[in-house]
């Protein structure tokens, strides 16, 4: 599993076996997750989606795989917001923006454009496209973002936060950052604009991707029993009593029961796909059809199935002509092996991701809690370079051993980050200098370490393996502590003294504060440090690229004296598709395979 890291843009939930994210997110079993793909047979536009000119969609159907069950039309409460769900959900609603195959932000202008009017204060404006309706026919206007904005800004007493801390009205994933951010709410003519703009109490520096896709502002009303522009009003005048009726329906009306379709007269969609009727099967897949309202370029292939296949059976599923496309969880050498022996009736892909593994020191408890000395005989027996030489260049050949936690070894800054912020202390194993920091901290020879992590993950069983035969040498006794529940009992509690997971990105600027930072929510182990606190606050609160490089050094630099953990690789990324479908393109970013789906079709 992984973790998707929670950036102020949009927070999300940590439950065992999704990804979590906001924006970013951790991973626990294992996770996948840039480079060209030799899959693509369109010309890309960089990192962007191709531009295929005119498109008419054809008859027929892809399958692609995800791993777990379609939880439901809302993925943005804790109980449904999954990589898994959210592959599903994308072909469904449209945005502003989306994450491009390298992680840049794109933008998507047939859904409408947005800019920042001013920097400081930081004022964005945004416009929908005049044409952009729901599935229903409803235009979509502010009035459906101002709806966004309540669930993510208005307290269970009906006031705009203050601060973020209070408790929520709406069971949004995010809690309250958008009204921290943007206490005044998006600000239009009328409920029905298309034009409306934010204004920002402070400058946030991922501003960007702040606001997501909106929920039907007309559904919400209709189950509440009053007009848009009624509901509007509500927001507007802050009307408990409505508003508590319209978070009772936002929270709960748009879950599913597994294998009934969502009612298409509360579930209108905004993008090129929409449900099918009668298209659900339990435990077996969910099918999408073409959106026949979809004011732009329609989707290329009338229906998308998404199969639930475990990650171990979707290389059969591929070869039988099941599935037209995996992006197994987790590749291992016999990954690709097993690709390899498909030959040419597939097309593989492999790429570094923005997904990277790490080892994590707990800071609440334990014998690395207080001792900087520990931590550092820890880190100069962990054997990086064999973990990425056994374990994941056979998969992926350029993968190196990352050396930073913000920047990622494909990426242009890579290099004059880790120059800066690094003397390569840690490069290879020294047991000589490990057993005297394992001397100097006061540590008896058999000093217990759990390792903990998500079971069951081949992969990290065998990098705890490596580290055992290292560092028992130093004097620690190594201690496997997988467990199935790990990020639900284990990390929250503490119960170890080293976390092995992996974060899983998409590009953003801030969102590491929400795991370096003092009591910030993904912050599991306790770190604390005032100069990565200053230098979070000063990236975040500016748009500022030259700052931005700046503070990143300052706090690559701290983490590595300061040692909040060992950084090992960033994930390697294997796609495979059937050679007959065209336009499926790898991506380094935390959306998948799936992240252009609208844009497969079979070879003409």
Same mark, same amino acid.
């Given at each position: 599993?992984?973790?998707?890291?929670l950036?102020?843009a949009?927070?999300?939930a940590a439950? =065992?076996?999704l990804? #979590?994210?906001a924006?970013?997110?951790?991973?626990?079993?294992?996770?996948?997750?840039d480079?060209?793909?030799t899959?693509?047979?369109a010309?890309?536009d960089?990192?962007?989606?191709?531009?295929?000119?005119?498109?008419t969609?054809?008859d027929?159907?892809?399958?692609?795989?995800v791993?777990d069950?379609?939880?439901?039309?809302?993925?943005?409460?804790?109980?449904?917001?999954s990589?898994y769900?959210?592959?599903?959900?994308?072909?469904? #609603?449209?945005?502003?923006?989306?994450?491009?195959?390298?992680?840049? $932000?794109?933008t998507?202008?047939?859904?409408?454009?947005?800019e920042?009017?001013?920097?400081?204060?930081?004022?964005?404006?945004?416009?929908l496209?005049d044409? +952009?309706?729901?599935?229903d026919?409803?235009?979509?206007?502010? +009035?459906?973002?101002?709806?966004?904005?309540a669930t993510?800004?208005i307290t269970?007493?009906?006031t705009?936060?203050?601060?973020?801390?209070e408790?929520?009205?709406?069971n949004?994933?995010?809690?309250?950052?958008?009204?921290?951010y943007v206490?005044a709410?998006? /600000?239009?003519?009328s409920p029905?604009a298309?034009?409306?703009?934010?204004?920002?109490?402070?400058?946030?520096a991922?501003?960007?991707i !702040?606001?997501?896709?909106?929920?039907?502002?007309?559904?919400v009303?209709?189950?509440v029993?009053?007009t848009?522009?009624?509901?509007?009003?509500a927001?507007q005048?802050l009307?408990?009593?409505?508003l508590? @009726?319209?978070?009772? #329906?936002?929270?709960t009306?748009w879950?599913?029961q597994?294998?009934?379709?969502?009612?298409?007269?509360i579930?209108p969609?905004?993008? !090129?796909?929409?449900?099918?009727?009668d298209?659900?099967e339990?435990?077996?897949?969910?099918?999408?059809?073409?959106n026949?309202?979809?004011?732009?370029?329609?989707?290329?292939?009338?229906e998308?199935?998404?199969?639930?296949?475990a990650?171990?059976? !979707?290389?059969q599923?591929l070869?039988?002509?099941?599935?037209?496309? *995996?992006?197994?969880n987790?590749?291992?050498?016999?990954?690709?092996?097993?690709l390899? /022996?498909?030959?040419n009736?597939?097309?593989?892909?492999?790429?570094?991701?923005?997904?990277w593994?790490?080892?994590d020191?707990n800071?609440?408890s334990? *014998?690395?809690?207080?001792s900087?000395?520990?931590r550092?005989?820890? &880190?100069?027996?962990?054997p990086?370079?064999?973990?990425?030489?056994?374990?994941?260049?056979?998969?992926?050949?350029?993968a190196?051993?990352?050396?930073a936690?913000?920047?990622f070894?494909?990426?242009?800054?890579?290099?004059?980050v880790?120059?800066?912020?690094?003397?390569?202390?840690?490069d290879?194993?020294?047991?000589?200098?490990?057993?005297? /920091?394992f001397? &100097?901290?006061?540590?008896?020879?058999?000093?217990?370490v759990?390792?903990?992590?998500?079971?069951?993950?081949?992969r990290?069983?065998a990098e705890?393996?490596?580290?055992?035969? =290292?560092?028992?040498?130093?004097g620690?006794?190594?201690?496997?502590?997988?467990?199935?529940?790990f990020?639900? !009992?284990?990390?929250p509690n503490?119960?170890?003294?080293? &976390?092995?997971f992996?974060?899983?990105g998409?590009g @953003? $600027?801030?969102?590491?504060?929400?795991i370096?930072g003092?009591?910030?929510p /993904?912050?599991?182990g306790?770190? =604390?440090?005032?100069t990565?606190?200053?230098?979070?606050?000063t990236?975040?609160?500016t748009?500022?690229?030259?700052v931005h490089?700046?503070? *990143?050094?300052? $706090?690559?630099?701290?983490?590595?004296?300061?040692?909040f953990?060992?950084?090992l690789?960033?994930?390697?990324?294997?796609?495979?598709? =059937?050679?007959?479908?065209?336009n499926?393109?790898?991506?380094? +970013?935390q959306?998948?395979?799936v992240?252009?789906?609208?844009?497969?079709?079979?070879?003409?």
């Open positions: 599993m992984k973790i998707r890291r950036s102020a949009v927070a999300v439950t =065992s076996a990804l #979590f994210s924006c970013t997110s951790p991973a626990g079993s294992d996770d996948p997750a480079g060209e793909s899959a693509s047979s010309s890309a960089g990192p962007c989606k191709a531009d295929l000119g005119e498109v969609t054809a027929g159907e892809v399958r692609v795989s791993e069950e379609f939880l439901g039309y809302n993925s943005n409460t804790p109980e449904t917001y990589v769900n959210s592959a599903v959900t994308e072909r469904l #609603f449209g945005n502003f923006w989306y994450f491009g195959d390298d992680g840049s $932000i794109c998507d202008e047939e859904w409408g454009t947005y920042a009017v001013t920097e400081d204060p930081l004022q964005v404006q945004y416009t496209n044409e +952009a309706v729901w599935s026919g409803t235009p979509i206007t502010y +009035a459906d973002y101002l709806l966004d904005w993510q800004a269970e007493d009906g705009v936060t203050d601060d973020g801390s408790t929520p009205l709406f949004h994933i995010s809690g309250l950052t958008l009204g921290d206490p709410g998006p /600000q239009a003519d029905d298309k034009t409306f703009t934010y204004d920002y109490e402070r400058v946030y991922d501003w960007k !702040q606001i997501g896709s909106p929920f039907p502002a007309h559904v009303a209709e189950q029993g009053i848009t522009e009624e509901l509007v009003t927001i005048d009307d408990l009593d409505v508590e @009726q319209a978070a009772e #329906f936002w929270d009306g879950l599913s597994p294998g009934q379709v969502p009612d298409p007269a579930t969609v905004s993008s !090129q796909y929409n449900f099918k009727a298209g659900w339990a435990g077996q897949y969910i099918t999408l059809e073409a026949t309202e979809y004011w732009g370029t329609p989707a290329a292939t009338q998308l199935t998404f199969r639930f296949v990650a171990d059976a !979707q290389i599923a070869a039988n002509g099941d599935l037209d496309a *995996i992006n197994p987790g590749p291992t050498v016999d990954t690709t092996t097993q390899e /022996q498909l030959g009736s597939v097309t593989v892909d492999t790429n570094q991701t923005l997904t593994e790490h080892l020191f800071f609440n334990g *014998i690395f809690a207080e900087l000395e520990a550092e005989a820890f &880190a100069l027996c962990v990086r370079q064999k973990i990425v030489d056994d374990l994941i260049a056979p998969i992926d050949p350029e190196v051993v990352m050396d936690r913000e920047v070894p494909f990426q242009d800054n890579y290099a004059d880790v120059e800066q912020s690094y003397d390569g202390r840690y290879a194993v020294d047991l000589d200098a490990a057993t005297e /920091q001397a &100097a901290a006061g540590l008896e020879d058999g000093v217990e759990r390792i903990g992590y998500a079971a069951p993950n081949p990290r069983a705890v393996e490596a580290i055992k035969a =290292s560092c028992d040498q130093v620690f006794n190594i201690v496997d502590s997988a467990a199935p529940d990020f639900d !009992q284990d990390l503490g119960d170890y003294e080293v &976390a092995l992996a974060w899983a998409s @953003q $600027i801030a969102s590491g504060q929400n370096y003092t009591d910030q /993904q912050n599991y306790g770190y =604390s440090d005032e990565v606190d200053a230098a979070w606050e990236l975040a609160s748009t500022d690229e030259a490089a700046e503070q *990143i050094v300052i $706090i690559e630099t701290q983490l590595w004296d300061t040692l953990g060992i950084p690789f960033a994930h390697p990324g294997v796609i495979a598709s =059937s050679s007959s479908l065209e499926v393109r790898n991506t380094a +970013a959306s998948g395979v992240w252009n789906a609208e844009q497969w079709a079979r070879a003409s």
